[in-house]
């Protein structure tokens, strides 16, 4: 993926999707018919009330969840339409998730955690694994942290170590679900300003948080409510 923020072709486009969950005989629709694009170098924030569909949404960015109807293609890809197997490598090789509560494995050093990804989509040498991640937690200021285990460090610390592994494979884009929901206001700080330079750096980043401070520093909002998108701000005037 080739792009920069002047291009004129989205990197994420969400056509009519739906998602919908039977509970029971009752049918809970978590995200009605939204339609959005994303460009190149975006940083966007997602966001909106508990329930409004802000984590189904990136589930369905990743393909972690399947859809109920519509489509979302990045680079012009139909992500939901690939076989698991497919998915997982195309996963893999194109984003970078971070979640709130970190899911470091703890019996692994930060050292192995970034490795792991590396691993499991078969790249580089493991020489080369071992390099690339001690840079890129020394990238995220850990280079003092990379053999304790995620116990031994702080929540903070284990964010930053997560955000290192996510960037593993170098994905062109970022998804955060609420990767600052978990830390004090010091530690956020320094976890969205990573993010901030990961975006200077040509990353996109799509950001679910509840934290509106942090929201209104980001170019773009888009706001959901009951499963709609009810506001998008900043994005590009070519959209």
């Known amino acids: 993926m080739n792009h920069d923020l002047s291009s004129r072709s989205p990197l994420i486009q969400v056509r009519d999707l739906t998602k919908s969950y039977h ?4 049918t809970v629709s978590a995200l009605r018919s939204i339609s959005l694009q994303i460009w190149p170098g975006e940083f966007v924030a997602v966001v909106g009330p508990s329930g409004s569909g802000k984590s189904t949404l990136l589930n369905m960015l990743s393909g972690v969840d399947r859809m109920t109807a519509g489509d979302v293609l990045v680079d012009g890809r139909a992500v939901q339409r690939m076989p698991e197997a497919e998915l997982a490598r195309w996963r893999g090789e194109n984003l970078g998730i971070v979640f709130q509560f970190f899911q470091m494995l703890p019996t692994m050093t930060l050292l192995n955690n970034v490795m792991l990804p590396m691993e499991l989509a078969n790249r580089y040498t493991r020489a080369e694994r071992r390099t690339r991640a ?10 003092d942290q990379i053999h304790k285990l995620p116990g031994r460090v702080s929540g903070g610390q284990q964010q930053r170590a997560a955000i290192a592994r996510a960037l593993a494979n170098d994905p062109p884009i970022i998804l955060g679900d609420e990767p600052t929901g978990n830390l004090d206001s010091g530690s956020a700080q320094i976890v969205f300003d990573l993010f901030a330079e990961l975006v200077a750096a040509g990353k996109t980043v ?3 948080t509840q934290d509106e401070e942090l929201a209104a520093r980001m170019p773009r909002q888009i706001e959901l409510s009951e499963g709609r998108v009810a506001h998008d701000q900043g994005a590009p005037a070519y959209a």
């Open 134 to 143: 001690a840079q890129l937690l020394t990238r995220v200021g850990l280079e």
């Open 206 to 208: 799509v950001m679910v």
């Open 23 to 26: 509970v029971g005989p009752t």
